[in-house]
């Protein structure tokens, strides 16, 4: 007795304390995929200033240039559930950051999803964040937002300004609009015409083997396209607030795809998203025509009001997550 | 007895099983900090398609902007040792991805130091990567890398190739030349205009409080040029292989700010690094005559061999994370 007393006081010794709501990781990393090489020439020199005052650099662009590599970042923790690898997909002008704190400071859903089990791995799509863009890219003016257009494009409210006084947002949303300001430091520019090469780049994370796509806006018709060109490496696609879908005539590939759309309120009064709900409402009807699964959420309908364009960062995220992992243990891939 | 041995087996079976090397953190996030907003005006309205057979969209990007913020990524270890959190600061063309895992897929110093217990915070200086950059910058052409310079620039080798057979490293080089292909992915466009809205962003961290600053090339020129302005909130700067240095007449200001520069090998022969060197010397110098403490390192001066402009991504970096960290535990910073 006193010899398992020992063996368990000493187990206990050696293993640090480690507190409920700790997260303990097997491993954390990052890496980059795909891209390819391309040859640039005709740059001019150009005798560049680094820093102020700094010695003239002779500069010359010209040469194999790397472009359209895709950065992502990985969490793996220690108690695994998720059956596969949930990739965290952003929406236009933005970057993975979309999934990590919320504006006003709470975990985001890649933390969530962590602490659920799953192997989590972020990514900035080609040419945003992490992932740098090229010279090509660079001659080509890209879309830059103005705080104004967030606000009222995405159904957080019906007027932005500039006097946080005036501004107003729909009633009961979720977002936390106190910390706008923050949240608008998050986009970063965007281009209109590198759709192939960011498909390339997210079809190029079957290194990773088959996973679990989770989607917003934007990324979401990067998530039904990669789905219907590689059906095998999807084990589920979950879109949320899609704002494309994928092509209707190929929704039959994806019949061993289940798939959960995800809908925030407020989508009747605003001008542009009924239509863009209504792709997705079409394709999900695709979809169970050729036997597939798609179910659609619209979350004011089972009693979830308030959400913006942005469920991972309104005031009622984790609750969403909670749907969102339910979903997955009831498709049989959560351990 | 038995009630002694229930409750130690009760907290056995309650504590999940932490392995030797998994990651304990108490808590994990990110956020954007600093910045200012601009007016932008006179741009002409766009009629843009986000995506190829898109519906056209009027695009005004007239109106306030948010530009100049800084995203940070931070890790917060359960066991910590560490006195002030640990900001790492990246180089010239790069993001924080400098300190994740390096080209060849090895924990970087980011993972390291958080095993070693410092809170550490990663930033994308802004302009780059999470950062983003503005509608002003969008303009001007940024310094866009082609895969020759880095390997020739920075003491990996002396001759790139897009034939590897016929590529030549520096004999005995550290770096994981196998894995270049992957390293120049982690580049990102860079301007030569936006020092100080680094700078800003840099000083706006003093929300953190005191920290330690461990910078990296053009880094280090914002280290020690921040540590001027604002000694009293870096307790310590580690200067990693700095490519510029701070205002030599300034350095008085550093006199309760301890540094240590380090350099990496192959510096003899290169066309430019001696100069470069020479800034740090000097500086570290006028640190010591204004009754400061400066230790400046050469890493094979003490034995340590090959190692290029990169020693967080070389093959030894483990060993070079060791050397900072007893330095810092010398300095009374470690607990």
Known sequence: MRQ???????ALAITPAVADDDIVLRGMGSFHVGGRTVEVFGEPIRELVLSPGGVPLRFDANGPHQVEAMYVQYFLPQSRRGKYPLL????GGMT?????STPDGRDGWLTMFIRKG??????DAVERGRSGFSLAMSKEAPMILPKRNPF????????????????????????????????????????TTTD?????AYTAVEKLGAS???????????????????????KALVAVEPAVAGDVDQAGKLKDVPALI???????GDARWPHMRRLGLDYAAAMRAAGGSADVVDLPGIGIRGNSHFPMMDRNNGEIADLIENWLRDKGLVN
């Open 4 to 10: 398992l007393l020992s063996a368990a006081l000493l």
């Open 88 to 91: 965290l997909w952003h929406g």
């Open 96 to 100: 993975g950051v979309t999934y990590e």
């Open 118 to 123: 799953f192997d989590v791995y972020v990514s």
């Open 152 to 191: 009222e494009r995405f159904r957080i409210g019906t007027h932005w300004d500039a006097d946080a006084e005036k501004m107003e947002a729909l009633p009961g949303n979720q977002f936390p609009v106190e910390a706008y300001d923050n949240f608008v430091k998050q986009f970063v520019p965007r281009w």
């Open 196 to 200: 192939n090469a960011i498909i390339a």
């Open 212 to 234: 679990i796509v989770l989607c917003h806006s934007q990324g979401c018709g990067f998530g039904f396209r990669v789905a219907q060109a590689r059906p095998e490496l999807v």
């Open 262 to 268: 995800l809908y925030g309120d407020f989508i009747g």
